[in-house]
């Protein structure tokens, strides 16, 4: 459980996303504009400075090399590579009239869901006919802002948590896109907005994130009362585990027994159970992470002064740095690499700069 | 002043309402009638008990058990079935829960509340902090020393997470 590599951007990363084979990522760096590095030299490759607005969602789909973008700006973008290597939008036409908060495509990659301030899902999927992404809107039950989606394995079930303070489970099935999807606990018959789970956040608090387990029989979602909830419809188990830090915004499942949640705690965490036996395991603290000694301290001041924009001696040298790897928030956790067991490795990026690869 | 005197959400045909935030099991503990009764009889005298309170006997037992002495079961009893909820009909009642929660704790010994604290489950610390700052909003009327004492016993064992769930949870004692 130790990290792997750790870069340092000199700005916040609001959202990350690798290629396929990890040569290449794309960041949001909290303005209108995507970067994408190359994950060895680190240098940057190209800019896609298309939206108007901040770039709030990002995804890379691993096996048609696409990348969907979507903003404040209400509008998403799907970036094709030309074989000369330049990225070429296309605009999608997402109809909402808010920000849109979040991108995820679908595990098929045949379509994508927009999140949006609109208390509204747009499913978004290619119309042959018309040589444009056009979408179809999930409203029903949503009663506010939508800040998370996930996609079911099945291509069809959509995860969706939002400001309403509910974690949701619809239907995102579209004629002619899907064939019909085989009966799971959520459900047999699965026409378009089928509402099939709808859960309740206890203590109150947005839903930050929601997850599908690996086999889509369980459902997880975090929200900003510091409490991570598992669902299992088959059996109608749901534990909430109210945790003593400070609330989670990002989380990925490990297999079908384990998760790792991140977020304003600056560190990693570790959940495991199953059914109604759930519980918090350990957080990855900086005492566990084997760091690279850095006892050069006029170096570390310099950095401190340029990253942090700390000057006084004192403080530089290293009294207000955390005792996590991330020195502030992490925004996104997502899968690096996977064995036959699940994930082996996920990374990491925070408001700090950091992407981080950590091994399981 | 509000800038706008037209409010616009009521306009609005799918406005958020505030019963609409509380989770479906947030239903009040009282019902308006039991929670009069309640602030009526507890004004009084405690141990007459009329008969439309017994809807919520759980209440009942923890306000009998704090007369009869027993501080500790009576912190339990209230920390797990609190008063809660938004309405002019729950003031009272909540205002009698919150004093008498606040009067366990100032009358428990100050080296007793890491003890005590360590014996609650988490749902019933996130309620125990809950009522720690409902006695900060009324300074005057509550000894703040004493609240600070277990405070600070409480984050120890709860965390942040329980001051985040104070903040973020709609169901205010």
């Given at each position: 459980?130790?990290?792997?590599?750790?870069?340092?951007f000199?700005?916040?990363i609001?959202?990350?996303a690798?290629?396929?084979d990890?040569?290449q990522?794309?960041?949001c760096?909290?303005?209108s504009?995507v970067?994408?590095?190359?994950?060895t030299?680190?240098?940057l490759?190209?800019?896609?400075?298309e939206?108007?607005e901040?770039?709030t969602g990002?995804d890379?789909?691993?096996?048609?090399?696409r990348i969907?973008t979507?903003?404040?700006?209400?509008?998403?973008?799907?970036?094709t590579?030309?074989?000369?290597?330049?990225?070429?939008?296309?605009?999608?036409?997402?109809?909402i009239?808010r920000?849109?908060?979040?991108?995820?495509?679908?595990?098929?990659?045949?379509?994508?869901?927009?999140a949006?301030?609109a208390?509204?899902?747009?499913?978004?999927?290619?119309?042959?006919?018309?040589?444009w992404?056009v979408?179809?809107?999930?409203?029903?039950?949503?009663r506010?802002?939508?800040?998370?989606?996930?996609?079911?394995p099945n291509?069809?079930?959509?995860?969706?948590?939002?400001?309403?303070?509910?974690?949701?489970?619809?239907?995102?099935?579209?004629?002619?896109?899907?064939?019909?999807?085989?009966?799971?606990?959520?459900?047999?018959?699965?026409?378009?907005?089928?509402?099939?789970?709808?859960?309740?956040?206890?203590?109150g608090?947005?839903?930050?994130?929601?997850a599908?387990?690996?086999?889509?029989?369980?459902?997880?979602?975090?929200?900003?009362d510091?409490?991570?909830?598992?669902?299992y419809?088959?059996t109608g188990?749901?534990?909430?585990?109210?945790?003593?830090r400070?609330?989670?915004?990002?989380?990925?499942?490990?297999?079908?027994?384990?998760l790792?949640?991140?977020?304003?705690?600056?560190?990693?965490?570790?959940?495991?159970?199953?059914?109604?036996?759930w519980?918090?395991?350990?957080?990855?603290?900086a005492?566990?992470?084997k760091?690279?000694?850095?006892?050069?301290?006029?170096?570390?001041?310099?950095?401190?002064?340029?990253?942090?924009g700390?000057?006084?001696?004192?403080?530089?040298?290293?009294?207000?740095?955390l005792?996590?790897?991330?020195?502030?928030?992490?925004?996104?956790?997502r899968?690096?690499?996977?064995?036959?067991?699940?994930?082996?490795?996920?990374?990491?990026?925070?408001v700090?700069?950091?992407?981080?690869?950590?091994a399981? | 002043?509000?800038?706008?005197?037209?409010d616009?959400?009521?306009?609005?045909?799918?406005f958020?309402?505030?019963a609409?935030?509380?989770p479906?099991?947030a239903?009040?503990?009282?019902?308006?009638?039991?929670?009069?009764?309640?602030?009526?009889?507890?004004?009084?005298?405690?141990?007459?008990?009329p008969?439309?309170?017994?809807?919520?006997?759980?209440?009942?037992t923890?306000?009998r058990?704090f007369?009869?002495g027993d501080?500790?079961?009576?912190?339990?009893?209230?920390?797990?079935?609190?008063?809660y909820?938004?309405?002019?009909?729950?003031?009272?009642?909540?205002a009698?829960?919150?004093?008498t929660?606040?009067?366990?704790?100032?009358?428990?010994?100050?080296?007793?509340?890491?003890s005590i604290?360590?014996t609650?489950?988490s749902?019933?610390?996130?309620w125990l902090?809950?009522?720690?700052?409902?006695?900060?909003?009324?300074?005057?009327?509550?000894?703040?020393?004493?609240?600070?004492?277990?405070?600070?016993?409480?984050?120890?064992?709860?965390g942040?997470?329980?001051?985040?769930?104070?903040l973020?949870?709609?169901?205010?004692?």
């Amino acid at each position: 459980m130790t990290s792997i590599t750790d870069h340092l951007f000199p700005f916040g990363i609001a959202a990350h996303a690798y290629n396929k084979d990890r040569s290449q990522v794309a960041v949001c760096l909290d303005t209108s504009d995507v970067h994408i590095y190359d994950t060895t030299s680190w240098t940057l490759l190209t800019k896609l400075t298309e939206h108007d607005e901040l770039v709030t969602g990002i995804d890379w789909a691993p096996e048609t090399n696409r990348i969907v973008t979507c903003s404040q700006d209400r509008n998403a973008y799907v970036w094709t590579q030309e074989p000369n290597g330049t990225w070429k939008p296309t605009l999608v036409l997402l109809r909402i009239n808010r920000a849109a908060t979040h991108v995820r495509w679908s595990p098929r990659e045949d379509k994508f869901a927009v999140a949006s301030g609109a208390r509204c899902v747009a499913i978004c999927y290619f119309e042959e006919d018309n040589d444009w992404w056009v979408s179809k809107h999930l409203k029903k039950p949503i009663r506010s802002t939508v800040l998370c989606v996930d996609w079911h394995p099945n291509n069809v079930l959509l995860a969706v948590g939002g400001a309403d303070m509910r974690a949701y489970v619809l239907s995102a099935y579209i004629k002619g896109v899907d064939s019909k999807p085989p009966p799971s606990p959520w459900g047999e018959k699965l026409p378009f907005n089928t509402i099939c789970a709808e859960y309740v956040n206890p203590a109150g608090g947005w839903i930050h994130s929601v997850a599908f387990s690996p086999s889509g029989d369980a459902l997880a979602f975090t929200g900003h009362d510091a409490c991570i909830t598992l669902a299992y419809p088959g059996t109608g188990a749901v534990t909430t585990i109210p945790t003593d830090r400070l609330p989670y915004l990002s989380m990925v499942w490990i297999n079908e027994h384990r998760l790792v949640a991140a977020g304003h705690d600056c560190a990693p965490a570790y959940f495991e159970g199953q059914g109604d036996q759930w519980q918090f395991v350990k957080a990855l603290d900086a005492k566990e992470v084997k760091k690279a000694a850095n006892t050069n301290s006029a170096f570390n001041m310099f950095k401190q002064m340029d990253s942090r924009g700390i000057t006084s001696k004192n403080t530089a040298e290293g009294k207000t740095e955390l005792s996590t790897l991330h020195q502030n928030t992490i925004t996104m956790v997502r899968a690096f690499r996977r064995s036959s067991e699940g994930v082996s490795e996920f990374s990491t990026s925070g408001v700090d700069g950091r992407l981080v690869v950590w091994a399981v | 002043m509000a800038f706008r005197k037209i409010d616009v959400d009521s306009i609005e045909e799918d406005f958020f309402r505030e019963a609409d935030f509380l989770p479906a099991d947030a239903a009040f503990a009282l019902s308006p009638d039991e929670a009069q009764s309640l602030a009526q009889t507890t004004a009084g005298e405690p141990m007459s008990v009329p008969v439309c309170c017994e809807g919520s006997p759980s209440y009942l037992t923890f306000l009998r058990a704090f007369a009869s002495g027993d501080p500790k079961a009576a912190l339990v009893k209230a920390l797990t079935s609190p008063v809660y909820g938004s309405g002019e009909h729950l003031d009272a009642a909540k205002a009698i829960a919150g004093k008498t929660v606040i009067d366990i704790l100032s009358a428990t010994k100050s080296t007793e509340a890491a003890s005590i604290v360590a014996t609650l489950t988490s749902e019933q610390r996130d309620w125990l902090l809950k009522y720690l700052y409902r006695g900060f909003a009324h300074p005057e009327s509550v000894n703040c020393a004493t609240l600070l004492t277990w405070h600070e016993k409480l984050v120890e064992v709860a965390g942040s997470g329980a001051i985040i769930r104070v903040l973020t949870d709609r169901r205010t004692v």
